[in-house]
């Protein structure tokens, strides 16, 4: 149970490297990544990966080696345009949601952290802070129509949503078939009044997605304090609004695997690349 299946194996076995390599062969790649998804859906340290899966320093160096030379992401990547039947539905729902970060995942060492290119969401440290509950990490998500995850940003569990919303946009792209570049402009981004500031609106105009964010109620006010020099609403449609949904559904898929929904990892980029496997493992599914 919880284990790659055939078809999600098809697709992500070509983008893994040679199990023979220059230093000797590698342990088989679909047991290890087997053993990674067990570990991330019981939770469990690593020292209790069944002896099936192999010795547990091989999955977790495995986790932190394609952490650092990007694999997992490009298996998102390949994931997202995967030829299912089902493509990407370009109505995008954004939300987040707090995770608590256990006591193991403090005190990670400023120094000696991973090589490898910058890790998206590791701009505050290691995205940890403290909101309500104690030490915790904020996921900021982006799903589209079918809520399936986009991107994934992480920030220490008191950062504000909206200040998120435009780096969490920027970070979709998906390679759809044929040529051209990859598409990053949604038809349609549905958020909730986290996001609902006025600066935000513009930014999104000048992009040229339309939104459909409801108001606040003390911006209504200030609004109707003005009267005709208030300016008029912006534009709302509550069917579309409907639609949001599906980003809490997802934040429910991600949270079933006991590992995301309690932090262990010290370091955000190897908690970021669990996120990102799951992820996969979500539109392969």
Not at 177 to 204: C, E, F, M, N, Q
């Amino acid at each position: 149970r919880g284990e790659v299946t055939d078809e999600a194996w098809a697709v992500i076995a070509p983008l893994l490297p040679d199990p023979g390599g220059a230093r000797g062969r590698w342990r088989d790649h679909r047991q290890v990544i087997n053993g990674i998804l067990w570990k991330l859906r019981t939770g469990a340290p690593w020292r209790d990966l069944p002896e099936r899966y192999g010795p547990w320093k091989t999955c977790h160096e495995r986790l932190r080696r394609w952490t650092a030379d990007g694999t997992w992401d490009r298996i998102l990547a390949a994931a997202q345009v995967h030829d299912d039947g089902a493509p990407v539905h370009w109505t995008i729902s954004v939300d987040s949601s707090v995770v608590r970060a256990h006591q193991h995942a403090a005190g990670a060492r400023k120094k000696g952290a991973l090589s490898g290119p910058a890790t998206p969401g590791a701009q505050d440290g290691e995205a940890i802070g403290r909101s309500r509950g104690g030490l915790s990490t904020k996921i900021h998500l982006a799903v589209d129509g079918r809520g399936r995850p986009l991107s994934i940003l992480l920030t220490p569990g008191q950062a504000g949503d909206n200040p998120q919303l435009l780096a969490l946009l920027d970070q979709i792209r998906v390679n759809e078939p044929g040529p051209g570049r990859p598409r990053k402009r949604p038809d349609v981004l549905i958020a909730d009044k986290g996001y609902a500031h006025d600066s935000t609106r513009r930014a999104l105009r000048r992009r040229g997605i339309r939104h459909v964010i409801p108001e606040r109620s003390d911006q209504v006010a200030r609004r109707a304090a003005k009267g005709s020099t208030g300016g008029r609403p912006p534009a709302f449609d509550k069917l579309v609004y409907k639609r949001r949904n599906v980003v809490e559904r997802c934040f429910n898929r991600l949270k079933q695997w006991r590992d995301l929904a309690t932090r262990y990892a010290k370091r955000v980029s190897l908690y970021r690349a669990s996120l990102v496997l799951i992820a996969a493992v979500i539109w392969l599914s």
